[in-house]
């Protein structure tokens, strides 16, 4: 027969091994300019509707293109803008996500739409509003002083008309007199007055009359009126051919008792004189007029009431511009005509005249009072902005180191630590990341750690293992199969076969107390002395007692070790054992009787190694020597306390009754099946329980010796 050693199970899962940390996802590729022209849908809509619109064209300098081409080159168009607004989309996506993929770029974005938008919505309202508040005072202004020469020429009007109906023979006197006193009374040597009669008489004629002839009769629509007219006419500009000026006329009628004597006009011109007496009087000062027809979409009529560089408005010229409605008339049919004139002001001198009700110091106040606030507000708004600049940069720094950390250790660098400069939440962040990468550098270097002591452990189990027996061996007339699983990489279990030569066989089972390394240590030292000790002493009591000797000498004083020794003599047909403390033997006899019962050998013994006194002495006097006589189908089972103290998930023991029967129902098997049967029910047993102790076995059966062999 041969003796075999069975292979082992594997090692253990390793635990705490650091993982390899996944990298950051790419950045999103940009597509090339030549793939988006021509492998995107946009792309080739915008090169097609290229293409139409250059074939459209070249046929237009030609020929006039047909209605299909027109209809073509429409929806070339159509793609055009379609695949631009496409690439427009794209190119706004791209520059959002490269220029707001900073942190801080997106907290100072935002801090500009909370804070500095809206404060420029405010001042852009105030500042509209104070145009449109200028606009509205300066057209009051000027509207009010325009409408105060028309009432200067009502006045003229009323006051002639007045003394012609009570004095009808001296019109031309009175015509005269109330003109002269008028153009003295309004300083204006250009004011001008008319006396058309009613039915007969003379025409009286006074002023200058330079801005138009005078009229030569009543308009028929005037005549309708009864007590007069006052308004604005425009008239053409006798030194600009084709310009207008304006001029405020005033109409009333003579009446008597006999009915109406005739018409009193009075014109006054607005001219470049009249319209600086209205700058000094209002603070505004007329620029351009245009007059358009009511009933007619003709070109508009205009005329310029300033010279070009008196319509200047200085440094306020953003507020310096005004347009003002008058109601004008053509005097010929009496049809209203459209008129705007367009003014210039400043807003020191509106304010003057707003504040004129008011004193000086009171008015001056108040414009260094919105001045102070307007001041103030910009103080208060520059700093707000700058403090935010600097919150939005003291969290983007902890966020960009941060950031930055984390690259670090993506690229795996533990040691990196972040510069922990502030006591707020983002500090304790920092904190704790460099917290966090020292505790992942420990682990780091504590899986590294374990790493080389777990290869150590692999050899020293490979080692291990080696020391256990090779075969095969022959040994006639017997069969032999042994077990041995660590409960760890190495372990304190050993066993060993010693041919003694005479067709004698030491076999020897062993359990250091204890686990691991050191208890492999102590394994190994038992081989050696086993090794040399069994050739020496062939009673298995003699052989034990030097071990004890020696080991004791040398063994640390928390361990020992527990061992059977036998040898099996084939020869001689005799087994001799002794027990030191280990596990007891079952003996299946082979008497081919059914059923068989098993037999539990337990000589006396104690534990080897012991560091005690009289641990020697008390080691002799117990330890005994026995002998069974041997015969074919014999079983004979070694094993340790990690066969029958194996547990489940409820902590129940395998125990030594169920091994003992297993041995009993299938004893007649070949010791490799038994072997395996016992493996299957122990695995059965704990149902994926964690092994928590050495489990070794050694199965020997005494077969014919044509047919033994011992295999391990």
Known sequence: MALRRVAQTPAPRRRGQARPTLPLPPDEPSEPARDLLLRSWAGRLFLVGFAVKVLVTLVRVVVEPPAFLRVLSTTATLALLIALGYFLARLFLLLKRRLLWRVRRKLILSYIFIGV???????????FGAFVLSMNVSAYLFKD???????????????????????????????????????????????????????????????????????????????????????????????????????????RHAVTAKGRVGLVVVDIPVDEMLVDRLHEKTGVKAGHVEVRSTESAGDAVGAVLTRPEDSASGPTSFFGHSVVYLDATDWTTGAPLRTWVSVTYQIQQLYKRMSSAQAADMAYLLVYGVIFVAVLFLIIQIAALTMGFALARSITS????????????????????????????????????????GSIENLLQTAAEKKRLEEELRIARQIQMSLLPRGPLEMPGLGVTALCVPAREVGGDYYDFFPLGHERLGVLIADVSGKGTSAALYM??????????????????????EVNRIISENLDSRSFITMSYVVLDLKRGVMTFARAGHTPLIYLPGNGTLP???????????????????????????????????????????????ITEAMNGAEDLFGEGRLNRLVEEHGHLASEELRERILREIEAFVDGADQHDDMTMILIKIERPEAARVAV
């Open 524 to 545: 190994a030292e038992l081989k050696g002395l086993m090794l040399s000790l069994s050739q020496i002493y062939h009673s298995p009591r003699e052989l034990l007692l």
């Open 398 to 437: 902890s966020i960009h180191e941060l950031f930055m950390g984390t690259e670090r250790v993506r690229q795996g660098d533990f040691t990196h630590r972040i510069n922990v400069n502030t006591k707020d939440q983002l500090g304790e962040l920092a904190e704790s990341f460099n917290q966090m990468t």
């Open 596 to 642: 068989r019962d098993a037999q539990v050998l337990t000589p006396n013994g104690m534990v080897v190694g012991l560091r005690i006194d009289g641990a020697a002495a008390k080691f002799a006097e117990l330890l005994e020597e026995e002998q069974v006589s041997l015969q074919n189908g014999d079983v004979i089972v070694l094993y340790t306390d990690g």
């Open 117 to 127: 938008v809206p404060a420029l919505l405010i001042i852009g309202f105030f500042l």
């Open 145 to 251: 002083g325009y409408d105060e020469i028309g009432r200067d020429a009502t006045s003229l009007a009323e006051v002639a008309a007045a003394e012609i109906s009570r004095t009808p023979a001296g019109v031309h006197q009175t015509v005269t007199r109330v003109q002269q006193n008028g153009s003295a009374a309004f300083n204006n040597p250009f004011v001008s007055m008319t006396f058309i009669p009613e039915q007969e008489g003379e025409r009286v004629v006074a002023g200058e009359w330079r801005h138009i002839s005078p009229p030569q009769e009543t308009p028929g629509w005037l005549k309708k009126t009864s007590s007069g007219w006052q308004g604005t006419i425009a008239v053409p500009d006798p030194d600009t051919p084709g310009q207008i000026e304006l001029v405020a006329r005033a109409v």
